[in-house]
């Protein structure tokens, strides 16, 4: 199982991202996919989820600015982020489950 992530960066405040996980090794059509952040310091998180059926859950902190997908055809999930803060700032994860292996994360840095 494998997971890489890409597409974060530098980004002001109010503006969007989006991030992208290639998944590798297992059956990902038949899977929910979340997406996980962790900030410096702070414990991993969990941010949204999608099942197989494209059925979508969000942490009360991003609802109505992330938007999770997939393309089952490409192994991948998506994470759409719009008006950024602050306090999105962390190294973005993809997975199953919140459990080894991970991916290396992707950096988002939400900052004036």
């Known amino acids: 199982v494998q997971f890489v992530e890409s597409g974060g960066g530098l980004v002001q405040p109010g503006g969007s991202l989006r991030l992208s996980c290639v998944a590798s090794?297992?059956?990902?059509?038949?899977?929910?996919m979340r997406w996980y952040r962790q900030a410096t310091g702070e414990e991993r998180e969990w941010v949204a989820t999608i099942n197989g059926r494209g059925v979508t859950y969000y942490a009360d902190s991003v609802k109505g600015r992330f938007t999770i997908s997939r393309d089952n055809a490409k192994n991948t999930v998506y994470l759409q982020m719009n008006s950024l803060k602050s306090e999105d700032t962390a190294l973005y994860y993809c997975?199953?489950?919140?459990?080894?292996?991970w991916g290396q994360g992707t950096q988002v840095t939400v900052s004036s």
């Open positions: 997975n199953i489950n919140p459990v080894p292996p």
């Open positions: 090794g297992f059956a990902f059509s038949m899977y929910t």
